[in-house]
């Protein structure tokens, strides 16, 4: 088995994080949930439906890629290299 993640891997993963900043956007749209007031059911219900299609696309990931490589995929994906042009 090669050490390098491969492209499905990378986009598997960059699939997750986008989904995990989806949810931390709209928790800062909405603010605390136990804030004054709280939530409304729908702030709650589109909080619930982008956090399970997180945890999803998560599972997917942890599937996907062999433990040993699940650090390397993730700097992959979150400090790419930068690309060298040829000469």
């Keep these: 088995m090669s050490d390098e993640p ?3 891997m ?7 994080d986008d989904a995990h900043q989806r949810v931390r956007e709209l928790q800062e749209r ?5 804030r004054d007031g709280g939530w409304t ?4 219900a ?3 439906a982008l956090w399970e299609a997180w945890r ?3 599972t997917t990931v942890r599937s996907a890629v062999p433990q040993a490589l699940e650090m390397a ?4 994906v979150r ?3 930068p690309e060298t042009e040829a000469a």
């Design 10 to 16: 990378i986009q598997l993963q960059q699939a997750s």
């Design 73 to 76: 995929v993730k700097k992959a």
């Design 30 to 34: 909405f603010g605390p949930p136990t």
């Design 6 to 8: 491969t492209p499905e």
């Design 41 to 44: 059911e729908d702030q709650h």
């Design 79 to 81: 400090h790419p290299e």
């Design 46 to 48: 589109e909080w619930q």
């Design 56 to 58: 999803d696309a998560a």
